[in-house]
C-alpha cells in the first residue's frame, strides 16, 4: 500500500501567552487518502487550528510540534517559508468559509481569478481571460462572462463560494482544505456547492479536509468523520457509522439537533465531562 | 404540541397585505408583497425561507425599523403607523416608538454584533430601563439575569468575556427586562454551536411558558422552527407561500413545492 496522501502524527499547537503555553490542539493523529474526511467539532475545538497548521497558517506566536507532518513526502514542519508558498494555493489548497471576507472587495472576480490562473503558468491575456471564463463555467455559473466583470458585493454567497472554488481549480491541487464552507449559505444554496465539491473529488483526484461544526451535514458528505473536543480527537469512525457513535459527546451533539422526525419538548443539553478531555 | 388557531384565539399580531419597496429611481424593488399573518397571544409562529426572501424585513416592519410601509399591522389591537404615519395621533399615546418598544422587543442574530464592545452586561441591561424612566434598576436587572440564567455576578462583565451563548444570553435579557409581550427573534441562534443552540432553545421555551410571551422566530432552520413553534409560514421572493402548522408540517401535509424542499432538505 503506498504511502497516505496526508500524515499527522501527534500534532500539537499551543499558543505562546503571558503564562507560558496554552495547548489548542493536543496530539491529533490522522490519516487522509483519496477520500472526504471530515473534522467535526464545536467552536473552540481546536478544529480550524488543525487546518491552518496544515498549511502553517498560524501567527508567529503558535508553537507547532509534531511526530510526523507529511503531506505527499514533503515534511510540513521542516519545510522553508519558500517551499511553503510552492505548496499554498499549488497542491495544498483552501477555502473559507465566508467568500465575502476571502474576496478581494476592490478587484473583480475575473482579475482575481486570473491571478490565480497566472501563477499557474503565464498566459496571454487573451488565454487567461478563456481559462478564467471556463473555470467559472466549469464551477456552473451561468454567465461567465458578466460574472468575471463583476465585484464581490454584486455576487451572492452562494456564487461567492464558487468563485473562490473555481480560483482553487485553477491550479491544481491535490489536497483542498474546506473550512466551513457552506455554513455561510443557505440550506439550498449549500447542496448545491456540496453537489459541485462532490463532483470536483471525484473528477480532480482530490483529497478534501472538511472542517465543520455540523455533523448532520458530513453524515452524508463525507467518508470518515473526526470529532474533536477541547484540542484532541475523542472518536474516529466511518461517517455512515455515525448514528452508531460510541463517544458521549458525538452521541450529544448528534441529539442536540432539533429534528423534525422527533420532536422533543425540551433539547438534551451537553454535559460536559471532564474526562473527555483528558488523555 | 396543540395547535392554536389564531381564528378562535385572540390575535396579539395581525399583518394585512404588507408590502415595502426599498430603494429609489431604477434601483427601487418591492421586497415585500401583500404579506398576510396573524399570531395568535401566547403563541410562537415561525417565518422561514431564504436570505432575500424578506422575513427579516416583516420583522424589522414590526419593530417600527421601517416606516414607509403600506398594509395593516396590529399589534394587540392597536393600529402600527406605516405610511402616513402621524395622522393617526393617539394609537400609542403620545410617544409611540416608547410605547411600542414596551412591548414589542427584538433579539438579534449575532450576539458579538449586537452588544456594544465597551458596555459592561449592566451597562447594556440599565440603557433600555434609563430610555424608559423605569427605577429599580439593580432589581430588575438582577431579576432579568435571572430568568436567562446567567450569575449576578455577570453583571460586571464585557461582551469579549462571555461565550457566544452567554451573549444571546444577555441579548435576551436585554429584550426582556421592558417585560414585553412580544419577541421579535431575528435567527436567535444560528450563530451558534448545536450544543449551545439546544441551551438557548431551552431557554426560549421555558420563558414563553413562565412570562407568558408571544414570538415571532425568523429562522432558515426547519428543525429550529418547528421546535420552537406551532406555527410557520414560508417566504419566498417577498411572499408568504404557505402557512401552516407544525404538526402539519411534520406529518408531511406541505403543499408549496418550495415548502416541500425545505422539508426534504431538513430531513435529509
Known sequence: MSAPLLQVDQLNVAYRGADGLVPVVKGVSFTLGREKLAVVGESGSGKTTVGRALLRLLPHHAHITAQ????????????????????????????????????????????????????????????????????????????PQRVARQYPHQLSGGMGQRVMI?????????????????????????????????????????????????????????????????????????????????????????????????????????????????? | ???????????????????????????????????????????????VGESGSGKTTVLRCLAGQYRHWQGQVHIDGQPLGGHGAGKRPGAWGASPDLALARRVQMVFQDP???????????????????????????????????????????????????????????????????????????EPTSALDVSVQAEVLNLLSELRRSQGLTYLLVSHDLGVVAHLCERLAVMQHGVIVETLSTDALCAGDARHPYTRTLVASALA
Not at chain 2, 154 to 176: C, K, M, N, T
Open chain 1, 68 to 143: 510526523s507532518l507529511h503531506f505527499d513526502g514533503i515534511d510540513l514542519l521542516a519545510a522553508s517559508a519558500q517551499q511553503m508558498s510552492q505548496l499554498r494555493g499549488r497542491r495544498l489548497s483552501m477555502i473559507m468559509q465566508d467568500p465575502k471576507y476571502s474576496l478581494n472587495p476592490v478587484m473583480s472576480v475575473g482579475a482575481q481569478i486570473g491571478e490565480a490562473v497566472q501563477r499557474a503558468d503565464a498566459l496571454s491575456r487573451t488565454a487567461c481571460q478563456e481559462r478564467v471564463e471556463q473555470l467559472l463555467a466549469r464551477v456552473h455559473i451561468r454567465e
Open chain 1, 166 to 279: 473555481a480560483m482553487m481549480l485553477a491550479q491544481k491541487p491535490r489536497l483542498l482544505i474546506a473550512d466551513e464552507p457552506t455554513s455561510a449559505l443557505d440550506v439550498s444554496v449549500r447542496q448545491e456547492v456540496l453537489d459541485l465539491l462532490d463532483e470536483l473529488v471525484a473528477e480532480q483526484d482530490l483529497s478534501l479536509l472538511f472542517i465543520t461544526h455540523d455533523l448532520n451535514l458530513v453524515g452524508h458528505f463525507c467518508d470518515r468523520v473526526l470529532v474533536m473536543y477541547a484540542g484532541r480527537v475523542v472518536e474516529s469512525l466511518a461517517a455512515n457509522q455515525l448514528q452508531q457513535a460510541r463517544h458521549p459527546y458525538t452521541q450529544a451533539l448528534l441529539s442536540a439537533v432539533p429534528s423534525l422526525k422527533h420532536r422533543r419538548a425540551s433539547l438534551p443539553v451537553l454535559q460536559r465531562d471532564p474526562a473527555w478531555s483528558a488523555a
Open chain 2, 112 to 186: 458579538y454584533g449586537s452588544l456594544h464592545p465597551r458596555h459592561t452586561v449592566h451597562t447594556a441591561l440599565a440603557e433600555p430601563l434609563r430610555v424608559h424612566r423605569l427605577g429599580d434598576v439593580d432589581d430588575r436587572i438582577d431579576q432579568v439575569l435571572d430568568q436567562v440564567g446567567l450569575p449576578l455576578a455577570f453583571r460586571q462583565r464585557y461582551p469579549h468575556q462571555l461565550s457566544g451563548g452567554q451573549r444571546q444570553r444577555v441579548a435576551i435579557a436585554r429584550a426582556l427586562i421592558l417585560q414585553p409581550t412580544l419577541l421579535l427573534l431575528d
Open chain 2, 1 to 47: 404540541m396543540s395547535d392554536l388557531n389564531p381564528a378562535l384565539d385572540e390575535a396579539l399580531v395581525s399583518v394585512q397585505g404588507l408590502t415595502l419597496d426599498l430603494g429609489e429611481g431604477q434601483r427601487r424593488r418591492t421586497v415585500l408583497q401583500g404579506v398576510d399573518l396573524s399570531v395568535a397571544r401566547g403563541q410562537a409562529f415561525g417565518l
